[in-house]
């Protein structure tokens, strides 16, 4: 969007300083009575003074003379010789400047600036001086020092009035400039812009000052101030409309691709300073007009809304409720807008969430009949994965399907998930490790729900499994949760995968025992046992030759389940019948020799 309607709006407004001083200059014109005391402030006529005067003062080759000048003998004598001296030097600088071009002038620029401030306070210093009772001179010199400030401030505002309107002149080929200007001469048409708004600052100021101290000095300021507060408020409506254009250009621009902000990079720089320079002047009109009392709220919210940022304007409690009151319509006019569309997306977002969750319960109910009726021996773990699985992936599907109905890209989300995923894989290392643990036994399946086995140095009953633990009660009844990588990482014996085991058993008899009677025993007690299978056939041997007994070694064969119960029936028909056998159960013994000497 094109600024220059705005800016050519605000040089009219502007413009209209042009008028202020019109009374001025035209009592200018004639002589201002030499004699005249100081009018009672704010009621007395205005002072007059002769053009002649005016261009005495403001000239570099003025009628007072350094060498007729006495040596100051007081503070107001001392004020008058430093004014006259600064009025010459300042006006030998404003001659210069408006003569030169170029880099010249921008070399010069900060200069003429900065001494022009100096002039403006010294002036005002001046003024305050002569107002305090304390300062040293007699009714003359301060008679004196009055009419030197009167006839100072009076030149200025004529010069302020003159450089208005040149500024205007200027200002408006610049702009110009800019439109016209090359891509090679852009910025540097761009900064001779800007530089010429800030002077335009300070030209603003400088008449403030002026207006102020002469209504110190009282002089009726009441019209000037009038058309100068009219003019400060219609600059700053208008610099209010042209922030708001450039922050849209800037925004519009952060919302090109990276290619395309690269190309149009020096724009949006000096879209940027531009913004800087027109911040700047608005905040200087919210100053001037404060001063005098008049509301600046919207003036403040325009420039918070302009920039995006929060200053300490939003502690007041009339800028924030209007910053509030805009949002609350941007927000009205927002729904009424998007409101039915809005619905109607966030409705079609519900529904497809709503249908692929239904469906992911259909499918895991089917999933899960299939793995029942399959033949395929597939553990627990591998059957809950996979029945959890199907129906989470028809919901993620559903997730992303729905999204893309709220105008959500899918594939930069999908890059973002994996960048995320990366960053959680470095947090979340063990975690991980136990996933790939708990996918290991998954596939190679060592063991399942409701088997005994002895793995990362648990024994007991696995409960539960999943893919970062696996559960186990122990035989004495205590829950123990160990991580997946233990268990993968560790020797796992699973003593329930078996559908049969043999149980080991050794039973010893005396050395004066009948081995053929206590074998034959041992071999009719296996085989009227209904525990123990027949094949394969269970084994009775001789196992072993102690010093006072003999081993022999039990190995029937049972069903799983019925380990321990075997076991247990065997050894206590065992213990009866070699007590009905008169066998001698040698229990262990040691002898013991007593040497003596």
Excluded at 149 to 157: A, C, F, H, P, T
Excluded at 465 to 485: A, E, G, K, R
Aim: aromatic letters at 6%.
């Amino acid at each position: 969007m094109s600024q220059r309607p705005y800016l050519v709006a605000l040089l009219i407004s502007f413009g209209a300083l042009g008028v202020l001083v019109v009374p001025h200059v035209a009592r200018a014109q004639t002589k201002l009575a030499p004699t005249a005391s100081r009018p009672n402030k704010g009621t007395a006529p205005m002072q007059e003074a002769s053009a002649s005067e005016i261009n005495a003062t403001h000239s570099p080759t003025g009628p007072v003379k350094k060498e007729d000048v006495a040596p100051p003998t007081s503070e107001l004598q001392s004020l008058r010789e430093s004014l006259k001296e600064r009025s010459k030097s300042i006006n030998k600088l404003r001659q210069r400047y408006s003569q030169t071009n170029g880099i010249t002038r921008t070399l010069l620029h900060p200069r003429f600036i900065r001494e022009r401030e100096n002039y403006r306070r010294l002036l005002t210093r001046g003024t305050a001086a002569l107002l305090t009772p304390e300062t040293s001179g007699s009714a003359e010199e301060k008679s004196q020092t009055e009419k030197l400030l009167s006839r100072l401030l009076l030149g200025e505002v004529v010069v302020v009035r003159e450089e208005f309107r040149a500024l205007r002149t200027l200002i408006l080929r610049k702009i110009a400039l800019v439109d016209q200007a090359q891509p090679e001469e852009l910025e540097e048409a761009q900064q001779a812009r800007n530089e010429s708004l800030e002077d335009s600052i300070l030209l603003v100021n400088e008449f403030d000052a002026i207006l102020s101290a002469r209504n110190k000095l009282g002089y009726n300021t009441k019209g000037d101030s009038a058309r100068l507060e009219k003019t400060i408020l219609n600059s700053s409506t208008l610099t209010s409309g042209l922030l708001l254009d450039i922050s849209e250009d800037i925004a519009t621009f952060t919302q090109r691709s990276p290619e395309e902000q690269d190309k149009s990079a020096a724009k949006l720089d000096a879209l940027e300073q531009f913004l800087d320079v027109l911040i700047k002047f608005q905040r200087n009109n919210i100053r001037l007009l404060k001063e005098r009392g008049l509301e600046t709220s919207e003036l403040r919210q325009g420039l918070i809304q302009a920039t995006g940022k929060i200053s300490r304007d939003i502690l007041d409690a009339g800028v924030a409720q209007g910053l509030l009151e805009k949002a609350k319509g941007r927000v009205q006019e927002w729904l009424l807008a998007t409101g039915p569309l809005l619905t109607f997306r966030a409705a079609t977002f519900f529904g497809i969430l709503l249908f692929f969750w239904l469906m992911g319960r259909i499918m895991r109910m089917i999933m899960g009949q299939i793995l029942r009726v399959s033949s395929s021996r597939k553990s627990s773990l591998a059957r809950d994965f996979l029945v959890k699985m199907t129906g989470r992936l028809f919901f993620v599907i559903g997730v992303f399907l729905a999204l893309r109905q709220l105008g959500v890209q899918i594939a930069p989300l999908l890059a973002g998930l994996g960048v995320a995923g990366f960053v959680l894989g470095f947090a979340l290392q063990n975690t991980l490790s136990n996933f790939a643990s708990g996918l290991m036994i998954l596939f190679y399946r060592p063991f399942d729900v409701d088997d005994v086995v002895e793995a990362g140095g648990v024994k007991g009953t696995v409960r539960e499994m999943n893919l970062v633990s696996t559960s186990i009660v122990t035989f004495d009844n205590q829950m123990l949760v160990v991580p997946n990588n233990k268990v993968w990482g560790e020797v796992i014996c699973n003593l329930t995968h078996q559908k049969e085991r043999r149980v080991d058993m050794l039973f010893s008899i005396g050395r004066s025992d009948d081995v053929e009677k206590a074998q034959r025993v041992l071999q009719e007690i296996v085989e009227n046992n209904e525990l123990v299978l027949h094949d394969p056939a269970p084994i009775v041997r001789l196992h072993k030759i102690h010093a006072a007994s003999l081993e022999f070694v039990l190995r029937p064969w049972v069903k799983t389940p019925n380990y321990w119960t075997a076991y247990w029936e065997v050894t206590r028909e065992v213990q009866r019948r070699f007590d009905e056998a008169g066998f001698d159960i040698p229990a262990s013994q040691n002898d013991v020799r007593v040497l003596k000497n």
